[in-house]
Each structure stands twice: as C-alpha cells, then as structure tokens.
C-alpha cells in the first residue's frame, strides 16, 4: 500500500511541477509577445515623429495635383520641397523663424497656402497636414464638398517681384520692373535676364476675338439686352467648338470692360475696368505666384500678390516617376 501512495504522490508531484511550468511558459510566451507588440508600436510611433519632423522642418514630399505647371511638372509628380529656404514655420501655417534674411528669389517654384482655401477649422487644418506629411503624401483627407482632393497648397512660379507692375493682355503678360517706365512682354524679359523659358500658353491669339466677343454677349446679357450687334455674334460663331473658357481672366476683363460701355454711369464697373487697366502692383516682401501652364491656372492673376510669410517651401527636384527624376531648383 505504502508503494501504491509513493507511487501516487510522484505522479502528482509530477502533473502539478509540469502544469506550473507550462503556465510559467505560457506567462513567458504572453509577456514576449506583448513586449514585442510595444517593441513595434514604439518603432512605428518613433517612425512617424520623425517624419513629421523632417516634413515640417527639413524637406515635405508633395505630390503635384493641377496641370498648373505643365510642362515643368506634371500632375502626378513626387517633389521634394526644402522648409527651410524661406524660414521654418513652428507647426503647419504657423509663425516663422529664422526667416530675416531669407527671401524668395524671382523664378523660384515656390508652395504656399492657397488665399482661396476654405478653412475647416484650425484644428481640421492641422491634422490634415499631420496626416498628409506623416503618410508621405500618400493620404490627403481634406476634400471638397465633390470629393475630389483639397488644395490647401499651391505650387507655382515667382514669376512677379517686389516692385512689379504686372499686367495681362490676351493671356500675355507684360512686366514693369521698379524703376522701368514702361511695360516689357514677358518673353522678352525673361530673355534678357537669363530666367527659365518654362511658362508657355497653350491657346493663340486667333482665339480672342471670340472670347471678347463672348463675355461682351454675355455683359449684354447681365444688362438685360436682347439685342446685340452682328459683329460680336459673328465673332462669337469661333467659340462654338470651344467646351469652356480657357482665360476666365480676360473674359472677366472684356466683360467689365464692355459694362462701362453699356452704362457709364455704373462706377463700380469702372472701377473693376480701371484695376485691370492698372494691372497688379507687387508689394515688396511680396511675390506673384504663376503657372508655368499660363492657360490652365489658377494663380497671382485671380487672387493677387502673396506674402513671403505665406510661402513654406522652394521645390528642388523631382523624384518620381522614375524616367523624370532631375532638379527644378
């Protein structure tokens, strides 16, 4: 009997040592798995800091949304934007620093945030830049109302300086530096003073005639005239196989234009008549942002002069795709 208890109690003895080993090893494998779930987490966290950091204070990759810069920059292309060549803001479209002796240089392709963004909030406005620049510029959640992606910045060329008279004609522009008595087409200038060929037009001057021919129609229109005479709607017959008004500018300014021929009387369209005659004087510490792609952007023309403290980057090169991989600075 007394082998029979011996024998029982080593048996015992034996299931009960290996199910707290088991449970020890069981407690062992959780606490590695757990300590390696935080290891990863850490790492990740880490990760995003960093590139949080180096976005806002270093280099930010911006992914190209608007055919604003063709042919320079394709919609669609990957650059590399440098924080610091005009100062570092402290968080995104925040105060700047160190930016005293740091200005933007006429022709730069420079980002800056849209004057005609629609803000959803300051708190939305921040988290949506933490989320763009922490993806890499692979997830934007800030969207308009029909879905497609927000532009909270822009890219463009400094194409007017401080001191600039600037002024468009038929989509062209023309250039009156400080001190210049008289205005210089732009081509010309740019010749002259060994800036990039890049700005180009897409549309010649055989279109104008109908595009004047139709925002003064639709001034007649707006004036409550039914009438109109036979040369603006002969000129008008070239806009018919036209889908949409490429130079919204000039229409708007052939438009005013022809309001002040209407009525005379009318001063608020003769003053609109006389800022486009005038065209757009460019404040020093200011720049006037344009498209390389003069016909199909939304830029200085529309919405002025931005400030340099406006202005968070300088584009230097372009990394992808990969067979157009070279520097815009």
Known sequence: MDKVYAFLEEKTEKILTDRRRMKESEKRRKKSVKSEALSWLDAFVFAIIAVLLINQYLFQLFVIPSPSMVDTIEVGDRVVVSKMSYGTELYPAGTKIFDSSKHVSRDDIITFY?????????????????VYMGTLSLVN???????????????????????DSV????????????GYGVYIPEDAFRSDNGLSDAPGRLIGQDYYPGLQAFARLYALQ??????????????YQTMEDKQYILDS??????QTLYETLIDPSDMEARSRNARYNAGIYV???YALPLGDNRDNSRDGR?????????????VLFRFWPVNRIGSLD
Do not use: C, M, W
């Not at 707006?222 to 000129?235: F, T, Y």
């Not at 500018?249 to 052939?254: A, D, I, Q, S």
């Open 114 to 130: 849209n004057p005609e963004y629609e803000s959803k909030g300051p708190l939305f406005d921040i988290l949506s830049q933490v």
């Open 283 to 285: 404040p020093h510490g």
């Open 141 to 163: 959640i800030d969207r308009n109302a029909d879905g497609t992606p927000a532009e909270r910045l822009f890219v463009k060329r400094a194409a007017g300086f401080g001191g």
């Open 249 to 254: 500018y000039e229409f708007t300014k052939e």
């Open 167 to 178: 002024k468009f004609e038929n989509g062209d522009v023309l250039i009156k530096p400080a």
């Open 222 to 235: 707006e004036a409550g005239i039914s009438s109109a005479p036979n040369h603006l709607l002969n000129d």
């Open 302 to 314: 529309y919405f002025g002069p931005v400030s340099e403290d406006d202005i968070n980057g300088k």
